[in-house]
């Protein structure tokens, strides 16, 4: 007879039960009564606690215990708001040349848990070379990690130009000024509202960096009465220019996808971020790599300098190591760029230091 049961076992345990139910798969079929499997239940008096397997279940009912207690523990702990997703124009968006279309261009408000909250917000414009948009690795992923740090992320679903070079910039500034719209519901400072973004969506996040407006006081619609201007802008592997020093494909087609196959002088100009640099521009974060054969890193040295050239603060973090989207945003260099990240927002007084402090989870 098996020693740990014995026939007649007629009290279940739920509790019991549960665990059995959970163990059952990974447990030999001696621990239970053989006239009862493969369906036997568990009982509260059918174990005789003693001997080597007794022990080893008793260990196992242990672990699951402890596994189950922490992960409802964090659980109970993630209380940040469930994301929220928002129309930008109610499907009323104007084109740039006084006409609208009928689409819709939606955020997804991803905010801290308000316990934790510090005030900061990052617009995030994920790349995708004006093509398509790689929305979750840049973007709603940063969205998370941002929450983790007390920082609100919003994710902007920008519409794609096909040749109409205006329409990513308006997008991204209604963005912004929404952000600051909804800074009292969504617990953020209006002064610490930033923007980040990757490839061509850091073209789009440097291009909002350096084409603001204070917003129209005359307004009709509140929300187009606040500033478009960031607060400090992050990017990471950027194509900046529109001119002639692309080296690369990944720049070309992005040229391409926003301002069509032959854009005239004048919007190769407005496009180009480096040439847009005033001393009104806000701080800037870049990070790039040697050896990207997508986007060449002299497209954020460019930014760079001309960055230094007006005095506006400035920091490059210029890589030695990793390719064009930095292993899809994955690994132990991108974890040490993110940690770089919030000392630099801390510098810039947008975080405090307890946030920047706060250890970045490992994404290996």
Not at 218 to 230: E, F, I, K, N
Not at 249 to 254: P, R
Not at 308 to 335: C, I, Q, R, S, Y
Request: charge should be neutral.
């Amino acid at each position: 007879m098996n020693p740990l049961a014995t026939p007649s076992c007629p009290t279940k345990s739920p509790a019991l039960s549960t665990v059995r139910s959970a163990l059952l798969p990974f447990l030999p079929r001696r621990f239970f009564h053989p006239s009862s499997l493969p369906d036997a239940s568990f009982h509260s008096d059918c174990f005789r606690w003693g001997g080597r397997e007794s022990k080893f279940l008793a260990a196992l009912v242990a672990v699951a215990v402890v596994v189950a207690s922490s992960w409802l523990s964090g659980t109970l702990q993630a209380a940040a708001p469930h994301p929220e997703k928002l129309s930008l124009w109610a499907k009323q968006a104007p084109v740039g040349d006084g006409t609208f279309e009928e689409v819709d261009t939606p955020i997804t408000v991803h905010l801290p848990d308000p316990a934790k909250a510090n005030g900061a917000a990052v617009v995030l414009c994920a790349g995708g070379g004006y093509g398509g948009l790689v929305i979750d690795a840049e973007g709603h992923n940063v969205a998370k990690w941002l929450n983790e740090h007390g920082i609100a992320g919003i994710v902007l679903q920008y519409r794609l130009p096909k040749g109409r070079c205006a329409i990513p910039l308006l997008d991204t500034q209604r963005a912004l000024r929404t952000v600051r719209a909804n800074a009292k519901n969504w617990n953020i400072n209006p002064d610490r509202v930033g923007i980040m973004g990757f490839s061509a969506g850091g073209h789009l996040a440097a291009t909002a960096g350096t084409l603001f407006d204070g917003g129209d006081p005359q307004a009709a619609d509140p929300v187009d009465r606040l500033s478009s201007r960031p607060d400090f802008v992050i990017l990471v592997y950027p194509v900046i220019t529109m001119g002639d020093k692309q080296l690369y494909g990944g720049e070309t087609g992005t040229k391409q996808n926003l301002m069509g196959r032959n854009p005239q002088a004048e919007l190769i100009e407005r496009f180009s971020a480096e040439k847009q640099v005033t001393d009104k521009t806000p701080p800037m974060f870049l990070t790039h790599s040697v050896r990207d054969s997508c986007v060449s890193v002299e497209n954020s040295r460019m930014m760079a300098q001309a960055l230094k050239a007006k005095n506006v603060p400035v920091e490059f973090m210029e890589l030695t190591t990793g390719e064009h989207t930095l292993n899809a945003l994955w690994g132990g260099l991108w974890d040490s760029i993110r940690t770089q990240m919030l000392v630099w927002l801390e510098g810039q007084k947008m975080i405090p230091h307890a946030d920047a402090a706060i250890r970045v989870r490992p994404s290996r």
